[in-house]
């Protein structure tokens, strides 16, 4: 059903139900006064009975015209992380019915439970780069998962992976802004780097948010693999405070080995002060808001 034409139909419903409520109020206060016959008093009750029952069929009808509006609102959505330990990771911002929820990671898609097919699906990669991984790989791996299962591939509409979100940099300006007191500290975010010929633009583009919410304040962007590396623009960097913030989905194999030590910076004549992968932040600020348990 259009929605032009739905607005009207509700609209109509609405009217009806007015002109049912007012018919009926002024039948009563016709019907309380006094010098009235017999046939006329019999008459107006009816007319109440036949008003109140008009403004139950608009009401009924304005609520079957909304449930269909709503089953046209229906989602699902589908969290794919890369690893298991993303797994409990919501995208910021966003508030979903629980029961239209699906996670899964790309290990386990052909065991994992799948939305069906009879609403859309949006899939969040939640991913910290896009590249093969998050683009064609996941779209295969899906869609074979689909296959195997022999159901229908309902209709998916893939979101951009986690690291674009804006609500990363904000998180991290909120948990930034009290370390910073102090002139002379930066901030240097560490990223995976990419086989692709360019670099992934999500640090980037982070960096660039941050610089944005923390004016003033030194941010270098440094890679693992990939230039700039981590190392050189730790040694690049003007401040002698550095901040260490991993652009990592999870604390895992590359935080243990590849990222910048405090040797490093001595040797560069700074003191560098490691904090937790970013997406750590977006826990703490779930956890804020959390209510309180009795």
């Known amino acids: ?16 139900f007015g002109a049912a409520v007012w018919g009926s109020i002024d039948c009563g206060s016709k019907l309380a006064e006094t010098g009235l016959s017999a046939e006329e008093a019999t008459r107006l009750r009816h007319l109440i009975y036949f008003h109140f029952g008009v403004a139950q069929l608009a009401l009924l009808a304005g609520v079957l015209l909304l449930r ?13 992380s890369y690893n298991e330990q993303g797994m409990d ?18 290990g386990n898609l052909q065991q994992a439970a799948l939305p069906p097919a009879d609403a859309p699906v949006l899939v969040y990669p939640m991913f910290m780069l896009s590249g093969a991984s998050s683009g064609r790989k996941l779209v295969q791996l899906l869609g074979e998962a689909y296959r195997a299962r022999g159901s229908r ?12 979100s804006p609500w990363l940099p904000e998180a991290a300006a909120a ?15 560490v990223a995976h780097g990419s086989t692709l010929p360019e670099p992934p633009p999500e640090p980037a583009l982070f960096c660039r948010r941050l610089r944005e919410l923390l ?5 270098a962007l440094g890679y693992f693999q990939q ?36 040797k490093q910076a001595a040797a560069c004549g700074k003191i560098l002060t490691r904090l ?18 009795a």
């Not at 269909?68 to 794919?80: A, G, S």
């Not at 591939?153 to 674009?164: C, M, S, T, W």
């Not at 004016?215 to 941010?219: A, I, L, N």
């Open 215 to 219: 004016p003033g304040v030194e941010v």
């Open 175 to 189: 948990h930034l802004r009290p370390m910073l007191g102090q002139p002379g500290t930066g901030i240097l975010v």
């Open 89 to 106: 990771i919501n995208p910021p911002g966003i508030r979903m019915p629980r029961c239209h929820v699906y996670r899964c990671h790309l």
């Open 68 to 80: 269909h509006r709503h089953r046209r609102w229906k989602r699902y959505y589908l969290l794919i």
């Open 276 to 293: 937790p992968v970013v997406t750590s932040l977006l826990r703490e600020k779930e956890t804020d808001t959390l209510p309180p348990t």
């Open 227 to 262: 230039c700039p590396e981590a190392a050189e623009s730790l040694a690049s960097m003007q401040a002698q405070h550095v901040l260490l913030l991993p652009f990592l989905l999870t604390e895992g194999l590359h935080t243990r080995r590849d990222l910048p030590t405090p």
């Open 1 to 16: 059903m259009p929605r032009r034409l739905l607005h009207s139909l509700l609209l109509l419903c609405i009217a009806v």
């Open 153 to 164: 591939i309902p209709r998916l509409f893939y979101q951009p992976v986690l690291g674009a």
